[in-house]
C-alpha cells in the first residue's frame, strides 16, 4: 500500500531521530574523540589555510597548526590555573582570620547538634574511593582522547583531498552535497556559540566591575570557558562569590550577583534563540525548544544537534 507523501515525510523525520539519537548514543559510549575532532577541525581549518599560503607542505603545515593550537590552549590553562590558585590565596591570607571563625562557628554548632567530631576522620570516612578511582579513569579517558582527537585532526588536515575523494566515491553525491551543508550549517552554530560566549563574558565583565568583585577579569574569562555547559557553567564560579559576601555580610552585593546570573542566563537565551532563528530561518520559539530538548536529550551536543535536527526536518516537510 502506498503511503500519503504527507505521512511519508512524518516517517522520514521520526526516522532521523531515532538515526541522530542512535548515533550520537554510539559516539559518546564508543568513540569520545569525535566531537573533539570536530571542534578541532573547526578551530585549526582557518590557521592551517593561512600557513598553506605560504607554499608549505601539507603534513609540516598540519603539524605546525596543531602545535600552536596546542601551545596557545596550554599557555591559557596555565594562566588560568595560576591565576585561580593566586586569587584562592589571596582571598585566603586577607580573610584568614574571618575564615577561621566561621570554620570554628560551624563546628561548634555541628557538636552541638550530633556530639564530638573529629573533622579529619569524618572526611576520609566520608570519603568514596570508587568515587575517587573512576575520576582518576575518566581524566585518563579524557587525555587520551584528546590525543586521538589530534592525531586525527592532523591526518585529515593534511590528507583532507584523499578523504573527501574517498568518501565522494563509498557516498552518493546528493548524500555529501547534504553533509557539506549540514557542515556549513554546524560551522555557523559553533561561531554563534562563540558570539555567545563572548557576549556572556562582556556582560559578566562589566557585572563584576560595577560590584566592584576582586580580580574581575580572570572571573569573567573562567565564567565564558564555562559558559560552553550549558545551565550549569558559570554558577560554579557565582555560588562560592555569593557564599563568600554572605559570610562578610556584603548583602547588597549578594543581590546584584543574583540579579547579574539572571540577565546574563536571559540574555544569553534571547540572543542564541534571535541569532540561531535570523541564520536559519526558524521561529525563536522553536530554537529555544529544540536547544532545551537537544541539551536534555543528547547533553551539551544537544545545543548544536537540536538546531540542525530542525532544520533538516523543516527543509523535509516543506520541501517537495
Wanted: one cysteine or more; proline letters at 2%; hydrophobic letters at 55%.
Amino acid at each position: 500500500m502506498l503511503i500519503n507523501g504527507k505521512y511519508k515525510k512524518i516517517i522520514i523525520v521520526i526516522s532521523l531521530f531515532v538515526v541522530m539519537a542512535a548515533s550520537i548514543y554510539l559516539i559518546q559510549k564508543y568513540f569520545t574523540p569525535f566531537i573533539m575532532i570536530i571542534v578541532l577541525l573547526i578551530i585549526t581549518q582557518p590557521l592551517y589555510n593561512l600557513i598553506k599560503r605560504f607554499s608549505i607542505n601539507n603534513r609540516i603545515a598540519s603539524l605546525i597548526t596543531i602545535s600552536i593550537f596546542n601551545i596557545v590552549l596550554g599557555l591559557f590553562l596555565y594562566y588560568i590555573g595560576a591565576s585561580i590558585f593566586e586569587l584562592l590565596e589571596g582571598l585566603y591570607k586577607s580573610n584568614i582570620i574571618l575564615i577561621d571563625k566561621v570554620i570554628n562557628e560551624l563546628t561548634t554548632l555541628l557538636e552541638s547538634i550530633i556530639g564530638e567530631i573529629n573533622i579529619s576522620q569524618k572526611v576520609m570516612n566520608g570519603i568514596d574511593f570508587n568515587i575517587v578511582k573512576d575520576s582518576v579513569i575518566l581524566t585518563g579517558d579524557g587525555l587520551l582522547s584528546y590525543v586521538v582527537a589530534n592525531i586525527t585532526t592532523f591526518f585529515i588536515l593534511a590528507d583532507k583531498k584523499y578523504f573527501v575523494h574517498f568518501f565522494k566515491m563509498i557516498i552518493p553525491k546528493k548524500i555529501v552535497s547534504k553533509a557539506i551543508k549540514e557542515k556549513n550549517n554546524i560551522k555557523s552554530i559553533i561561531y554563534i556559540q562563540i558570539i555567545l560566549i563572548l557576549m556572556s563574558t562582556l556582560i559578566t565583565l562589566i557585572g563584576f566591575l560595577l560590584l566592584k568583585i576582586p580580580n574581575s577579569i580572570i572571573l569573567s574569562v573562567i565564567c565564558g570557558v564555562l559558559d560552553l555547559i550549558p545551565y550549569i557553567g558559570t554558577i560554579i564560579v557565582f555560588i562560592p562569590i555569593i557564599i563568600y559576601n554572605i559570610i562578610v555580610k556584603e548583602y547588597v552585593i549578594v543581590i546584584g550577583l543574583i540579579f547579574l546570573y539572571c540577565l546574563v542566563q536571559i540574555t544569553r537565551e534571547i540572543l542564541e534563540a534571535k541569532l540561531l532563528s535570523n541564520k536559519f530561518n526558524l521561529h525563536p520559539l522553536v530554537v529555544f525548544i529544540s536547544v532545551y530538548i537537544g541539551i536534555k536529550v543528547f547533553g551539551v551536543l544537544g545545543a548544536f544537534v537540536g538546531p540542525i535536527y530542525c532544520m533538516i526536518s523543516r527543509d523535509i516537510l516543506i520541501n517537495e
